[in-house]
């Protein structure tokens, strides 16, 4: 299984980007995925999650600016980010499980090697 991100970059405050997250080896519309993010001198946390059912979670700090979702017929993950803010700032990971029904806190069995997110004011 390879999970490769794509999409980071640098943007102004209230900008937006999209990461994405090709797998191989994997069925993305099977499983339980999520995105996580670390900056600097923090602990990774959970950005969102879905089920493989289609069942969504976000992070408090998050929800109502990300969406995650995925693209069955391309096998790849996203995450849209509208409204980001300086604190979103981060190296931002695709995760995936090979369980189906959770869509947060899953036991995520594969990761991604990272996007980087950078946020000015």
């Known amino acids: 299984v390879q999970l490769v991100e794509s999409g980071g970059g640098s943007v102004q405050a209230g900008g937006s980007l999209r990461l994405a997250c090709a797998a191989s080896?994997?069925?993305?519309?099977?499983?339980?995925m999520a995105w996580f993010r670390q900056a600097p001198g923090k602990e990774r946390e959970g950005v969102a999650g879905?089920?493989?059912?289609?069942?969504?979670r976000y992070a408090d700090s998050v929800q109502g600016r990300f969406t995650i979702s995925k693209d069955n017929a391309e096998n790849i993950l996203y995450l849209q980010m509208n409204s980001l803010k300086p604190e979103d700032t981060a190296m931002y990971y695709c995760?995936?499980?090979?369980?189906?029904?959770?869509?947060?806190?899953?036991?995520?069995?594969?990761w991604g090697q990272g996007t980087q997110v950078t946020v000015s004011s």
């Open positions: 879905i089920s493989g059912f289609g069942r969504t």
């Open positions: 995760a995936a499980a090979d369980v189906s029904s959770c869509a947060w806190n899953c036991r995520y069995k594969y």
């Open positions: 080896g994997y069925i993305v519309s099977r499983y339980s």
